[in-house]
């Protein structure tokens, strides 16, 4: 945008607000990437007073070929890191992921190596055997140590493992990239159900920054659990650490599911490692008040529609269809008669709904639906 002078306010176009991979090639490892994004863009007025310049390194193309795979992993991370201080979540996403990408994509998953795997739908570790094509035999390693071979696909390795991380630069990455998607889930206004590349199911972009911050926060708790026992010398007060931090936001992700009674867990544990752990206690609060205001919700919408289905029914014909209904579960179904009578009442039964008005078909569903949630 170009700025007159005594202009106090700037036209600008808002970019889409789901991240991309740097350079728009690639793919995401934890980020979810739709297959919307950028299709629609936003004209919006800003005050010249909120514009900030962008950052150096924004403004141009880093060339990190020369570095080595640390640098690179440390560069992107820092460049992550400033923006995330920023509050640029979007593009802070994309950066934590292309420093990912350099120790955790899945073509670095190689035979005799570890990585991280989807089973049962936890995150765990398992030490690759052999791969064929897409096919990877793998030993899994519960967290007691005990080991169970398997065959799995490719789409269930989730991430390599970076044995040389020594500053545990991958966890940290993960964690901060898991802050971003929680923080993206509560800001990017778009609305309704969206595709994501290599999901045929479609969801809200809510849902999805959401489960993919589970995911990241899953992946960091289980690589962190494995770092302090196959380390020579783990640095096991700052491995807590991050654990302690991925459970906040994993549970902060549940209670935006309204999956409470994870949520739930995830902050029992970490009061049971620092009772006294501000946030913890806060989200217990917040997961309480929830839950009542759930229950307290759900008795609502029962009486309301006990008292719309009471309403509705008190006609003449609405009572004998009642009735009838109520006579019909007492009748005998081995009895060929009797089944003959059954058919012809159901045909009267459809006739006579079809007749009634909307509104009394569906307070006579309503009430069945009503007495089978309550009984």
Partial sequence: ATISSGEKSVSLVRDDLAPVPLGRVGNFIVAPLFNSVGRSVEECESSIYDLMELLPFEDKHADSESLSTVEKVELYKSRGDQLLRLNDYTCAAAYYEAALSFIASKSNVSIGGSCIARRN????????????ADQYDVTFISQEGEEEEATI????????????????LQPRCLLNLSRCLVKLAEIDPTSGYVGCSGQSKRVTRQEKYRSSA??????????????????????????????GKARLIRSRSF????????????AKKILSQTPNDKDALKLISEIKARDAHNKSLDRKISKEVCRWVKKATTTSEGAAAIERMD?????????????????????????????????????????????????
């Fill in 121 to 132: 739908g936890d995150a765990v570790i398992a030490d690759v055997d052999c791969i064929d």
């Fill in 153 to 168: 696909p490719q789409k269930d390795i989730l991430c390599s493992i970076w044995f040389k991380d020594v500053a545990y």
């Fill in 214 to 243: 589970v995911l990241g926060c899953s992946i960091t708790i289980t690589l962190c659990e494995h770092l302090k026992k196959s380390m020579a010398s783990p640095d096991v007060p700052l491995l807590d650490s991050l654990i």
């Fill in 255 to 266: 209670i935006g599911r309204n999956m409470l009674r994870n949520a739930m867990v995830d």
């Fill in 327 to 375: 006579g019909e579960s007492s009748v005998s179904e081995s009895d060929s008669e009797t089944r003959s009578s059954e058919t012809e009442y159901q045909r009267s039964l459809f006739a006579w709904m079809f007749q009634k008005t909307f509104m009394e078909i569906g307070a006579v569903l309503a009430f069945v639906i009503a007495m089978w949630v309550i009984y």
